[in-house]
């Protein structure tokens, strides 16, 4: 490999490390959205409805998460109802459906790691906030949500990782991420492992600013967890 060939492909490296921090952003921000009613129903065991949390979790944790992408893409295209339904506009587009994919599978691993850190809240704040005259909502929203968030930032930092090691899954789906870059750069020059070692130094960088952002938010709020 030779400078040129870096030059050649740096504009297609810097594009690709874009789209893999887009996909990993978009799919955090819905995966957290959607993780706190489902960690919430299976704290509070709400009738019904945790059965079908637990469900969910069981199969979303279960399953590799290629299999998932792989049934959503191409699996469901399959099906003449499905194509002919509103959905195919937005499942025969590969970005949207690994956003999909990605955020209903994270949404499950956060899901289980908030419960825990919901049901490790102090009793004794929960039964101070009940004593000042809050409802249980209130004392949801204000006491036990904020305080388990807090308690789970360096856990959540780890989770953000396994997305990035996991959005590689883009390139088997026709998405030019890092890793995408790079397998077009073996094939353009003939390389065998130079398009990889560029791509593998990009994540490196992406997970040590990953975690550089994760010690500083760890310091600024889960300091009294030490």
Sequence with gaps: ???????????KF??????????????????????VPIALVQTYRIRFLAQAA???????????LLIQIYLLY???GQFESVRQSWMWPILKNPEICLLFGFSINLAAYLAEILRGALLSVPRGEVEAARAYGMSE????????LPGAV???IPTLSNQVIFLVHSSVIASVIAINDVLGVGREMNLSFYLVVEGFIVSGAIYLVLIM???LVSRLLENRYAAFMR
Excluded: K
């Design 1 to 11: 490999m030779t400078p040129e060939m870096l030059i050649e492909f740096a504009p």
């Design 150 to 152: 807090r308690r789970i």
């Design 209 to 211: 600013m990953i975690t």
């Design 14 to 35: 810097l594009e690709g490390t874009l789209v893999t921090c887009g996909l990993v952003a978009v799919s955090l921000f819905f995966g957290a959205v959607l993780s």
């Design 54 to 64: 637990d469900t969910y979790s069981y199969m979303m944790r279960g399953t590799p």
């Design 137 to 144: 909502a209130l004392v949801i929203w204000n006491v036990t």
């Design 74 to 76: 191409y699996g469901l």
